[in-house]
């Protein structure tokens, strides 16, 4: 590597090192709570999430709907307007904040891009422990028993370089760490579902952004669910989503070896149907041509073995890697470059007053369709919500018992009937000066759904016709009860959660060029 790191400079070097490491430089020794001033001074046991109010993992719940009950909000719409900062805490060396708060048991459970994952008192924000991980951690956390007789809790997540951990949840201490991908570009960016003593794990890639390099041997990286013991991380199976093993296709004008089939990360949650013994997940486009039947796709898995059920693909022909465009494209690249189109965010089991249930997906086109999962995932309705090209769907929306809520790429939320999917409503936020980006998941409560923007505005609005009844304005400095420096910024992908009669957000998403990086945690009370 020496011949090759003299033609870079310190910027590209210092990448290179946080890239290889998966830790920001400078942060292996800081963010530790012990050396934090507002460290908790008693440690309450942890309760059973199922009991009292919690939002645990990333949809309140293994269906996904980011739906909170009046009683477990603790918070009723008319409070809603009342909503004042109760405390703030800045993530350590971070620039991005893009994992969503758990809360359970009055605590509040957090990652951050720095490599440490945070215990907090949902109340007060002081600081029960931290534990350092392997890498950056940008998934929502998961609390359960560590066996389903225990006493015990643990707390699962996974890193962007491809690690799942079991954390002891009252202490912080290491119950275990696994990796169920090997390959070395693989990450956990969408949440693990916990249920019944397993974890099911979704493996993305960031193959796909460098693989145009034509040193780069493209491309050889899978999607895939895993379902591991809650207890010890050990892999009970694994599922492809592309069956095939890669073989070699050809060389390119450098020489080297070119390889096929290949992508189609899974970058959502798997939503557990338990009604069904079944999962499900979306997956990303393909990384070469032609793209498999799985890719751009809603897959369903039997719970038990892993063994593929069904799969609806929703676009077809969708092989990518970033860069392969005009003066910029490779012989790395797709002869024809796919619209990078994906499923991005977790299909939602919702319930219809028939008491029969529908998947509801929505996607980057602006599409959101609903599929049948007692007929191997048929197409029940289809509709678009976006009134302009590329303004779609990216992280997901909510539902409650009537209507589906999401936030749009391209700026605006809408609301639309699960029965049908009609629209019911659409309010276009931020439609002046810069263009704002409202694609962080939705999140609703009864009265109530709350969205948040690019530029680090958050909205409660009326769920009956979209009416703003609360806003505030993340993207500035906050004081901490940590005394760290924080500032909030861009809310991409992370959405609100709501727990204890309070509301808590990460602020800082600093991913895309454009974004307003920060480091803020941030939790809001009407009292």
């Not at 046991?45 to 109010?53: I, Q, V, W, Y």
């Not at 498999?292 to 890697?321: C, H």
């Not at 509709?383 to 992280?395: C, H, K, L, Q, Y």
């Not at 939320?413 to 939705?442: C, E, F, K, N, Q």
Request: glycine letters at 12%; aromatic letters at 10%; a positive charge.
């Amino acid at each position: 590597m020496k011949a090759e790191g003299e033609k870079l400079s310190d910027e590209e070097r210092r990448r290179v090192a946080e890239s290889v490491s998966g830790r920001l430089l400078g942060t292996g020794t800081n963010g530790d709570a012990a050396a934090m001033p507002n460290t908790c001074s008693s440690q309450p046991p942890m309760r059973d999430p199922a009991e009292g109010s919690a939002w645990n993992g990333w949809g309140a719940g293994i269906v996904n709907t980011r739906f909170q009950t009046a009683k477990a909000a603790g918070l009723a719409a008319d409070q809603v307007p009342n909503l004042r900062l109760k405390w703030a805490f800045g993530f350590p060396n971070g620039i991005s904040a893009y994992s969503q708060p758990t809360i359970v048991s009055g605590r509040v459970f957090a990652g951050s891009d720095a490599g440490y994952v945070y215990s907090l008192d949902a109340a007060t924000g002081c600081v029960y422990w931290s534990f350092k991980t392997k890498a950056g951690v940008r998934n929502a956390i998961s609390i359960g028993r560590v066996k389903p007789a225990s006493a015990s809790y643990a707390a699962y997540f996974g890193d962007v370089k491809g690690n799942v951990y079991g954390v002891d949840a009252t202490t912080g201490a290491l119950l275990w760490t696994s990796r169920p991908e090997a390959h070395f570009t693989a990450r956990i960016t969408g949440a693990p579902t916990l249920h019944d003593g397993r974890l099911y794990v979704p493996v993305s890639s960031w193959e796909e952004f460098s693989a145009r390099t034509l040193d780069y041997p493209c491309c050889t990286f899978r999607g895939s669910v895993a379902a591991l013991d809650a207890a010890t991380g050990r892999q009970i199976w694994k599922t492809y989503v592309i069956p095939e093993e890669p073989i070699p296709v050809r060389r390119n004008s450098k020489g080297v070896q070119l390889w096929a089939p290949a992508g189609a990360s899974v970058w959502n949650s798997p939503t557990v149907d338990v009604r069904r013994r079944a999962i499900y997940f979306g997956t990303g486009d393909a990384e070469t041509a032609p793209a498999p039947k799985t890719s751009d796709a809603v897959m369903a898995l039997d719970i038990d073995t892993g063994k593929v059920r069904w799969v609806y693909q929703a676009y077809e022909n969708d092989s990518f890697l970033v860069g392969c465009v005009g003066a910029n494209r490779t012989d790395n690249c797709p002869v024809v470059q796919g619209p990078d189109l994906d499923i991005p965010g977790s299909p939602i089991l919702a319930a219809l007053s028939n008491r029969r249930q529908i998947l509801v997906v929505g996607s980057k086109t602006g599409e959101v369709f609903a599929l049948d999962p007692d007929r191997n995932g048929a197409l029940v309705w289809k509709v678009n919500i976006s009134d302009r090209p590329r303004s779609g769907i990216f992280w997901g929306g909510a539902v409650d018992d009537q209507h589906a809520y999401f936030g749009l790429s391209g700026g605006g939320v809408t609301a639309i009937r699960l029965v049908d999917g009609a629209r019911r409503w659409s309010v276009p936020l931020g439609t002046t000066g810069a263009p704002i980006s409202h694609a962080a998941a939705a999140s609703a409560m009864p009265g109530v759904v709350f969205v948040a923007g690019s530029d680090g505005k958050l909205h409660g609005l009326s769920t009956v016709d979209g009416r703003e009844l609360w806003g505030f304005e993340t993207a500035r400095d906050f004081p901490t009860v940590n005394n760290v420096a924080a500032r909030g910024g861009s809310i991409r992908a992370p959405g609100v959660t709501i727990a204890g009669g309070m509301v808590f957000v990460a602020s800082g998403y600093g991913v895309f060029p454009n974004d307003r990086p920060g480091n803020a945690l941030l939790a809001f009370s009407p009292r």
